[in-house]
């Protein structure tokens, strides 16, 4: 899985970006389309998958439990499932590599499953906090051993015993987190009774809409102030389905905000997945002045999708409502990029979950935009960028990568409006996400 050949790559000032791609399947849809599928009884297909390494962590875990998953061609995936309840003891430890969601979720499978597995990671992953889903997990009955962490965290490598069955909960997230909603509805699957999430803050619904769409009995009541109540009943069972995984807007970020600063762009980008809970930087970029034009919007595998054709567009500084902050969680660090680039101020507030990502992102993206020559200050929560008004950056200078995809394409983003090039140490990470970054970008350079 682990892929140790460095590859540092330069990124220098850019022609106009013109043209049309299509981007890879979305991350977290492909995550659960493979857990669903193997949880189904009979065979489901599904198309569009992402092929990035996280992904693929989770499709070699589930066929260490017991799933057959196969690939047909790109993208082209089948799965026959165990039925919920038959995930089988894997022999060895699950290798989750980068991936935060694979690990989360397949905790919560495993929870309420009679068998124990060992989860193991890459040197980014096994520094991230486990605790949240440990402590709902443990509530349900799972008897999980981790390792000690920095600042009395638990992390990777761990060990998780599941209860069969276990103990229906209903929990109340102290955090916005779909992965921790999530793992704690897969683990609600294998529960009798009724598993309940209480979600003041609204994330990502991806789990909810594929659950309802394999057959699970899951309902959704909004408070007046927006908390929601996800209930699930358990002991499910799951109806085979065919799944078309949209486009992922947080890949499809690296191309809007490329398209938006480089002048003379005209960029459209194909079958983008706009479900609300994921679209919050399209709606930030264009109250900034961005020209993003939705085309052809239309619903595919049940998520709202459409065509956006982006634009060169002077930007304008903006304070960024925090409330928008779950619906854009993975575009931070580009939208900082943009923000160096824009006339006048971007306050960022309120995103201290992006401390605990592959890097802590905040501190990362502050200490290199500042090496590039743009004016940023960090504060505990946010960042505050002073933009240059779409004069280039100066550039010039070396970027770690820190094992995480998005510093590595947002400073490659950086890079090509910059005068002098920008390095990035190590841009390998990019293929959890998103394999074909480069060769895209290469192919709208004109
Ligand atoms: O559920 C998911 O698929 C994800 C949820 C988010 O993480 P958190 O739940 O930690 O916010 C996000 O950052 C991650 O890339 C994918
Ligand atoms: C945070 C991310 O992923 P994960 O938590 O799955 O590692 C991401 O893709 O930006």
């Not at 430890?93 to 597995?117: C, E, F, K, Q």
């Not at 921790?180 to 619904?205: F, H, M, Q, Y």
């Not at 002991?235 to 809007?256: N, R, Y």
Request: aromatic content about 2%.
């Amino acid at each position: 899985m682990t892929d140790l050949t460095i590859k540092p790559r330069r990124f220098s000032a850019s022609s106009p970006l013109q043209g049309r791609i299509a981007i890879p399947g979305d991350k977290s849809i492909s995550h659960r389309a493979l857990i669903l599928s193997a949880l189904a009884v009979g065979t489901s297909r599904v198309t569009g998958l992402l092929e990035g390494h996280d992904v693929l962590a989770t499709a070699t875990a589930m066929r260490a439990m017991g799933a057959g998953i196969e690939r047909l061609e790109s993208g082209e995936w089948v799965i026959d499932g165990v039925g919920v309840g038959g995930l089988l003891q894997p022999r060895e430890a699950l290798d989750m590599g980068n991936s935060g969601t694979s690990t989360r979720l397949l905790m919560g499978l495993v929870a309420s499953h009679p068998i124990t597995a060992t989860f193991i990671g890459d040197a980014s992953l096994s520094g991230r906090p486990m605790g949240r889903v440990i402590d709902p997990l443990s509530q349900m009955g799972a008897d999980i051993t981790a390792s000690p962490g920095a600042n009395g965290t638990k992390t990777l490598p761990l060990m998780i015993r599941g209860l069969a069955p276990a103990i229906p909960l209903s929990y109340r997230l102290p955090m916005a987190s779909a992965q921790v909603k999530s793992a704690v509805l897969l683990a609600g699957l294998n529960t009798p009774g009724i598993t309940e999430v209480i979600e003041p803050v609204p994330t990502r619904d991806h789990s909810e809409r594929m659950l309802q769409g394999f057959g699970a009995e899951l309902s959704v009541e909004t408070e007046a102030d927006g908390t929601r109540h996800i209930r699930l009943r358990g002991e499910a069972e799951l109806k085979p389905q065919i799944i078309a995984v949209p486009g992922d807007p947080s890949s499809a970020a690296f191309f809007i905000v490329a398209a938006l600063l480089i002048p003379g762009s005209d960029v459209t980008i194909a079958n983008v997945g706009l479900n609300p809970t994921r679209a919050g930087l399209v709606e930030v970029l264009q109250s900034m002045g961005g020209d993003i034009e939705l085309l052809d919007a239309r619903t595919v595998g049940g998520e709202p999708v459409a065509d956006l054709r982006v634009r060169h567009s002077m930007l304008e500084g903006i304070a960024v409502d925090p409330a928008l902050a779950p619906s854009m969680i993975d575009e931070f660090p580009i939208l900082f990029v943009a923000a160096a680039l824009a006339e006048g101020r971007t306050v960022t507030t309120g995103l201290d979950e992006l401390r605990v990502k592959e890097s802590d992102r905040l501190s990362v993206m502050a200490a290199g935009l500042q090496a590039i020559g743009a004016r940023v200050e960090e504060s505990a929560d946010g960042l505050v960028i002073e933009g240059t008004g779409g004069d280039p950056l100066t550039g010039g200078a070396t970027i770690g990568g820190h094992l995480d995809h998005r510093i590595c394409m947002s400073f490659a983003v950086a890079g090509l409006v910059s005068t002098a090039p920008v390095e990035i140490d190590d841009m390998a990470p990019v293929a959890t996400s998103f394999p074909n970054f480069e060769p895209l970008l290469e192919g709208l350079q004109r």
